[in-house]
């Protein structure tokens, strides 16, 4: 792995404002970094969409601690002037859709912390490439790729985060246009039925065939990015009714997802690279909500959650593994950065 020893060096020697999770956050990304990233091809592991997300963590983390976010820049800016081509994506767009909103939504963060609007305007191109995927058989709705193979929730709650994210920084009548997707995609969310209307979860998709809840697992993420969605939207409406629907998906996992009190994926068995991210991208979700409408039983949860991720034993010389609450010696890059997501979340 190729890993460039001057993007930690402002790390290395930074001094923290502030306690709680901060300096696990910090050391936990001096691992990211020095196991995985690639600064010739800016991506982790040569990973993917997860990189994506990656990036919206280290940026988020730069937003909290002033001390880091000189690092943090340096990371951004190595990984969007190395990875947009990779992956045989083009500019970071490709054929699925919801790829294309987890790099969105990592530019967008970047803009936060940056106020480059390079990174501003390739979340508004790769928002407008998603709209693309607009209008499946079943009334509306985002396809998960480009050959029309799935109708997934994924891609549905990005596409309303990242316009809802955008409609926030953006001016008339620009703001309008992703308010107005952003709101059509709500609408069509809502009345799909693909939150389950006996859990109270997100399931995985829509049956193109039936235009039916497809009953499918309720991973975290599904839960967490419809948790930003509604947030933003909220605010760029002032509409509180929104926020009543994502604090009750939001203690709805509180309440059957978790294991003690410690956010747990609903299967059995070890997680994959793919299902190890998703816990990060809920406690994004949820720190985005209690921000912007804050929740005491949220801060605690993030906090107990964290606390666990810091005190129970990591493997592999550092790695977070994918159990929070312990009893796991499986790891890998995604579980890593999941576990960052909750210590940057709690600080």
Request: net charge negative; proline share 3%.
């Amino acid at each position: 792995m190729k890993y460039f020893e001057s993007l930690l060096l402002p790390f290395l020697f930074s001094t923290l404002a502030f306690a709680d999770y901060a300096d696990d956050a910090l050391a936990a990304i001096h691992t990211l970094q020095d196991k995985w990233y690639n600064f010739d091809t800016g991506l982790w592991d040569d990973l993917w969409w997860q990189s994506g997300n990656m990036i919206e963590t280290i940026a988020r983390f730069g937003l909290k601690d002033p001390a880091f976010k000189p690092t943090a820049m340096n990371i951004i800016s190595n990984t969007y002037a190395k990875s947009g081509n990779k992956h045989s994506a083009i500019a970071w767009r490709n054929d699925f859709y919801d790829d294309m909103g987890w790099w969105a939504m990592g530019w967008i963060a970047s803009y936060d912390l940056t106020g480059n609007a390079v990174y501003l305007n390739t979340a508004k191109e790769l928002f407008h490439e998603m709209a693309g995927g607009w209008n499946t058989p079943c009334n509306g709705g985002l396809w998960w790729d480009k050959e029309h193979t799935n109708i997934a929730a994924i891609s549905n709650e990005l596409f309303l985060s990242v316009g809802a994210h955008l409609a926030n920084r953006v001016s008339p009548p620009e703001r309008d246009e992703y308010l107005n997707w952003a709101q059509m995609e709500w609408d069509w969310f809502w009345n799909s039925g693909i939150i389950n209307a006996e859990s109270g979860l997100v399931n995985d998709g829509i049956d193109q065939v039936t235009c039916q809840n497809d009953g499918k697992t309720t991973f975290t993420y599904n839960q967490g990015v419809i948790l930003a969605g509604l947030s933003e939207l909220a605010r760029a409406k002032s509409d509180g009714g929104l926020i009543g629907h994502a604090y009750d998906i939001a203690n709805t996992v509180l309440n059957k997802l978790t294991d003690k009190g410690i956010l747990t994926e609903p299967v059995a068995g070890p997680l994959d690279i793919v299902s190890s991210q998703f816990k990060g991208a809920f406690v994004r979700g949820l720190s985005t909500l209690n921000e912007n409408e804050p929740q005491q039983s949220f801060t605690d949860f993030l906090k107990k959650n964290a606390g666990a991720v810091s005190s129970e034993p990591k493997v592999d010389g550092g790695v977070i593994p994918d159990k929070w609450q312990g009893g796991s010696g499986n790891s890998n890059p995604a579980s890593h950065a999941a576990g960052i997501d909750v210590l940057v979340a709690a600080v």
